[in-house]
């Protein structure tokens, strides 16, 4: 398969990984809640575990709202996505290991290991708007360790915005096209 055909079988079965950014801002707003009520460790918990469910959902969404069909199995731009999990896992890990020593870095390290995230979905979507999204989850968690703005309780919160914000942009702009073949389409 070359690049170009996976790349726009991708956008097309994931509408260009749209649902997934909407699923994860609000996986950061809950988050943003609970670490507002009840402390940065339980708002972590709820970043981490909700944050397993978001390909479950988005890929729901775009089954059943969008009737977008999977990629077909010898497409690799869904390991590339994938293989861009397990560095992110690992900035998740170092914010826990931050935790009872700096709480207030929690969620800035784990904004810039999702931003990190995405830096990978610009090749398996092919869409540089990945880039711009990376590049703003990246910089908020970065300003926000360096500089001290915005401040660490509302990472979460800026984050949640930015990611819907981009998910909406990118499902809509994905969600006007046709899908390449029929076989991207559910039945």
Same mark, same amino acid.
């Given at each position: 398969?070359?690049?170009?055909?996976?790349?726009?079988?991708?956008?097309?079965?994931?509408?260009?990984?749209?649902?997934?950014?909407?699923?994860?801002?609000?996986?950061?707003?809950?988050?943003?809640?609970?670490?507002?009520?009840?402390?940065?460790?339980?708002?972590?918990?709820?970043?981490?575990?909700?944050?397993?469910?978001?390909?479950?959902?988005?890929?729901?969404?775009?089954?059943?709202?969008?009737?977008?069909?999977?990629?077909?199995?010898?497409?690799?731009?869904?390991?590339?996505?994938?293989?861009?999990?397990?560095?992110?896992?690992?900035?998740?890990?170092?914010?826990?290991?931050?935790?009872?020593?700096?709480?207030?870095?929690?969620?800035?390290?784990?904004?810039?290991? /999702? #931003?990190?995230?995405?830096?990978?979905?610009?090749?398996?979507? @092919?869409?540089? %708007?990945?880039? +711009?999204? *990376?590049? &703003?989850?990246?910089? /908020? #968690?970065?300003?926000?360790?360096?500089?001290?703005?915005?401040? @660490?309780?509302? %990472?979460?919160? +800026?984050? *949640?915005? &930015?990611?819907?914000?981009? #998910?909406?942009?990118?499902?809509?702009?994905?969600?006007?096209?046709?899908?390449?073949?029929?076989?991207?389409? *559910?039945?």
């Amino acid at each position: 398969m070359e690049v170009a055909a996976a790349q726009a079988e991708l956008r097309a079965s994931y509408l260009n990984g749209g649902p997934g950014a909407v699923v994860s801002g609000f996986v950061w707003l809950a988050a943003a809640v609970v670490a507002t009520s009840s402390g940065v460790p339980a708002g972590f918990a709820v970043l981490f575990f909700g944050g397993m469910g978001i390909f479950p959902l988005g890929t729901l969404i775009v089954r059943t709202l969008f009737r977008r069909g999977p990629p077909s199995r010898d497409n690799p731009g869904g390991r590339t996505v994938i293989e861009t999990v397990f560095p992110m896992m690992g900035g998740f890990l170092a914010a826990w290991i931050l935790m009872p020593h700096r709480p207030e870095l929690v969620f800035p390290l784990a904004a810039i290991a /999702v #931003g990190a995230h995405y830096f990978g979905f610009r090749t398996a979507y @092919g869409d540089a %708007v990945h880039w +711009v999204l *990376a590049i &703003v989850i990246c910089g /908020v #968690g970065l300003g926000t360790v360096f500089v001290g703005v915005p401040d @660490g309780s509302t %990472v979460p919160f +800026v984050i *949640a915005a &930015v990611e819907v914000a981009f #998910g909406l942009w990118l499902t809509l702009k994905e969600a006007s096209r046709r899908p390449p073949s029929a076989a991207h389409s *559910a039945r």
